[in-house]
């Protein structure tokens, strides 16, 4: 079983940034799929960004890349989303989330992801 536990988030002005940090535990993190996902009210969950800590390799969804930078810290058991250059559409509820993975298809195979954290909001400002 894999606990989440999330911070970060916040209200910024648009062309800010946040850095939002995820720490696992209960599980080999370098075995873990760590993702990022962000609702806003009255859409759907998206897959914003993930990661295999173990290769590191990534994966974004398209509006967000350039902008937004996912990474790990491995002794520390922390998944991080650093968010660039926000604007008001990334306003919404963001969620960590974790899968065990086997491929790097994992990663961007969002549905799979099985453990979440609590959620942190982020809102941007015009």
């Known amino acids: 079983q894999v606990q989440l536990v999330e911070s970060g988030g916040g209200s910024v002005q648009a062309g800010g940034s946040l850095r939002l940090s995820c720490l696992a535990s209960?599980?080999?993190?370098?075995?873990?799929?760590m993702g990022w996902f962000r609702q806003a009210p009255g859409k759907e969950r998206e897959g914003v960004a993930g990661i295999y800590t173990g290769p590191g390799t990534t994966s974004y969804l398209d509006s967000v890349k350039g902008r937004f930078t996912i990474s790990t810290d491995i002794p520390k058991n922390t998944a991080y989303l650093r968010l660039n250059n926000l604007k008001p559409e990334d306003t919404a509820m963001y969620y960590c989330a974790a899968r065990v993975c086997k491929r790097l298809e994992d990663i961007s195979d969002w549905g799979k992801y099985n453990y979440w954290g609590q959620g942190t909001q982020v809102t941007v400002s015009s």
């Open positions: 209960g599980y080999n993190f370098r075995s873990l799929c």
